[in-house]
């Protein structure tokens, strides 16, 4: 963000001075000179974000420090105390088993009740690998993780920036470089790479036929056959980068730093209608069977008709840009906000029914599992997941072990119901669960 703030820096200034100056032989439109500087703005406000989040990695890191001393000095004291009875009946229960049948006690906190009579179980509980490995079990348990973690690829060369399924075991992964990665989603080898774009790859949607759709920085979407891995068309429309996509069975929904919302047909790829919202850029789509969701950096959520494309109501209550949408199978609206909060919205009446917090960073991920698990990731420095059971939206801490220092900078589920990140800040390690 840096480069690019640099960039567009000089981009505003040549073009204000060409914008006013009589004498200058190129004369660029005052519109133009202002999308570069709305542009600018949005980088910077980027880069303030960044700045934040070091800051406040590094205060997490010293509560962390100070917890860990806390901890020992409390272990210490644990060891040392009395048992009830005199006699501890685990002493001849090898660690394995006594944490095997810890983890399987249904909560944290039954399990440190447990621990006011066993010593060995208040030293595990205390324990930072050992709650690490329970709630890698509570994983296990409600995500429905089958094995252990693999890595498919120690170097990505951190160029991943987004993930998605597609058909036929396979797993498509954009990169800043603007190209397409084609992964078996068995081992993460790595088939084919879709050369086409200019610039970022930022959204991929694959349509009920199989069809891959691309958006870049270069303003362009591309269509990509599922089974041969074809480049069949390029959809042409939008002034500036495109950031989100959706698709249903017939049309392709594209939104775009221009604040526009453009529909395409998928079996031609003519643009049917445009949705035009010029003050604010679209980052985010989600469809339910009658409305489409578009999320802004104006920290608001708007929702459109599907049958006439009208606005049908406005959501408020965000404090940041709206970045991740997501509908369930109920119909029911998640929306994840550069506030670091997840708000649940009813897809009848658009009223707000929760609030979900507790992200540890900005988050970057939100996405349902096959079995209905709410997951999301935040830039963080800790590689944890933040996961809701599907009922009541229980909040369940999951570690996500031996990931690459760094945040999860990707995330998707494959078709066989296991989930890919590419975590790790500079290298980008990938792997499978």
């Known amino acids: 963000p840096g480069s690019q703030c640099r960039k567009l820096r000089r981009q505003a200034h040549h073009s204000t001075t060409f914008a006013r100056s009589p004498d200058a032989k190129v004369h660029m439109p005052l519109n133009r000179v202002y999308e570069i500087k ?8 980027r880069d303030v974000e960044l700045i934040e989040c070091q800051t406040r990695i590094e205060r997490e890191r010293a509560e962390i420090a100070a917890a860990i001393a806390e901890a020992e000095a409390d272990l210490a004291a644990t060891v040392a105390a009395p048992v009830p009875g005199g006699k501890d009946p685990t002493l001849w229960l090898p660690d394995e088993l006594l944490l095997s049948i810890l983890v399987k006690v249904a909560m944290l906190e039954d399990a440190r009740g447990c621990s006011a009579v066993c010593r060995r179980w208040r030293r595990l509980c205390l324990d930072q690998s050992v709650k690490d490995a329970w709630k890698y079990a509570r994983w296990v348990l409600y995500a429905g993780g089958k094995r252990e973690p693999r890595l498919l690829d120690a170097n990505t060369n951190g160029v991943i920036t987004t993930m998605c399924a597609g058909a036929g075991r396979t797993m498509y992964c954009g990169t800043a470089k603007g190209c397409i990665q084609v992964r078996s989603d068995n081992d993460g080898s790595l088939m084919q790479v879709l050369s086409g774009h200019t610039d970022r790859v930022n959204a991929l949607a694959v349509g009920l ?13 591309l269509a990509w056959s599922g089974e041969t891995q074809a480049h069949i068309r390029a959809l042409k429309g939008h002034t500036d980068g495109v950031l989100a996509l959706a698709v249903n069975a017939e049309k392709l929904f594209s939104g775009s730093y221009d604040g526009a919302i453009r529909v395409w047909e998928c079996c031609s790829g003519h643009l049917v209608h445009t949705i035009l919202e010029m003050d604010w850029a679209v980052i985010s789509l989600a469809l339910d069977g009658c409305n489409l969701y578009s999320g802004h950096t104006d920290y608001a959520i708007r929702v ?3 049958t006439d494309y009208t ?3 406005t959501l408020d209550g965000h404090s940041g840009s709206v970045g991740l949408l997501v509908v369930d199978k109920q119909g029911t609206l998640y929306s994840g906000s550069s506030d670091r909060s997840i708000r649940v919205w009813s897809g009848t009446d658009g009223a707000l029914l929760r609030t979900l917090d507790g992200s540890t ?3 970057q991920w939100l996405a349902f599992a096959p079995n209905g698990t709410l997951f999301s990731s935040a830039h963080s420095c800790e590689n944890t997941f933040r996961v809701w059971q599907a009922e009541g939206h229980t909040p369940l801490d999951v570690v996500v072990p031996n990931l690459s220092p760094g945040w999860n900078q990707a995330c998707a589920f494959s078709s066989d119901g296991h989930l890919w990140v590419v975590s790790g800040s500079f290298r980008g390690s990938l792997w499978m669960y």
């Open 38 to 45: 709305q542009r600018l703005m949005t980088l910077e406000a």
């Open 361 to 363: 960073g900005v988050l």
């Open 311 to 313: 606005l049908i109501r």
């Open 304 to 306: 459109w008709s599907l």
């Open 209 to 221: 036929d199989g069809t891959l759709y691309s958006a870049s920085d270069d303003t362009t979407i």
